[in-house]
């Protein structure tokens, strides 16, 4: 039997426990986040590392909606963090950026990371050596245009 020619370009490769995507938009990063937060399940914790701009908030914005939080996500720069409901429990949106006094932030990280929760966390660089699970790592690199190279990474332990 003859084979369908694949019409759609792949934007992904993918090993055992490590896939990489590529978005060019937004929009698309959304889609990537959205599809992701359907394979999570409650005690899960995401690690999004990428500079300023690099698109960690857009790609949670698409973690809570794939997770069917109706709430907008608006980032936790300023609260570091930010908690919503889901099925399980809760979705905690953190954002380390701001932290320097790491003992103050230990009891609500330890707090919101349980079986029940989802946790995504911003800038974990910050708070690596509070971080004893292994967790979902996703590196949001910056290309050239509006375009991001996306790794996600399972049982990552390596910030
Ligand atoms: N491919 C893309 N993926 C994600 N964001 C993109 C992309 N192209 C452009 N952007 C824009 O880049 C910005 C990313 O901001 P944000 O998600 O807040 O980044 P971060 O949380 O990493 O600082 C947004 O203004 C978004 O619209
Ligand atoms: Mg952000």
Redesign the pocket.
């Known amino acids: 039997m003859e084979k369908k020619p694949v019409s759609k370009k792949k934007n992904s490769t993918s090993t055992s426990n490590k896939i990489n995507f590529y ?4 929009g ?3 889609r990537i986040g959205i599809n992701l937060a359907k394979t999570l399940k409650g005690g899960d914790i995401l690690c ?1 590392r ?12 698409g973690l809570a909606k794939g997770l069917a939080i109706k709430r907008n996500i608006v ?1 936790p720069t300023f609260v570091i963090m930010r908690e919503y409901t889901i099925k399980t429990g809760k979705f905690c949106h953190m ?1 380390m950026y701001r932290i320097n006094d790491t003992d103050f932030l230990a009891s609500g990280l330890y707090q919101c990371i349980n079986e029940n929760n989802i946790c995504a966390i ?1 800038w974990p660089e910050k708070i690596k050596h509070l971080l004893q699970k292994k967790y979902i790592g996703i590196k ?1 690199s910056v290309l050239k245009n ?3 190279k996306i790794e996600i990474k399972k049982n990552d332990f390596s910030n």
């Open positions: 978005s060019r938009s937004a698309e990063t959304l999004l990428g500079e300023l701009g690099a698109g960690k908030t857009t790609f949670t914005k980032s954002d911003e949001i509006n375009s991001r």
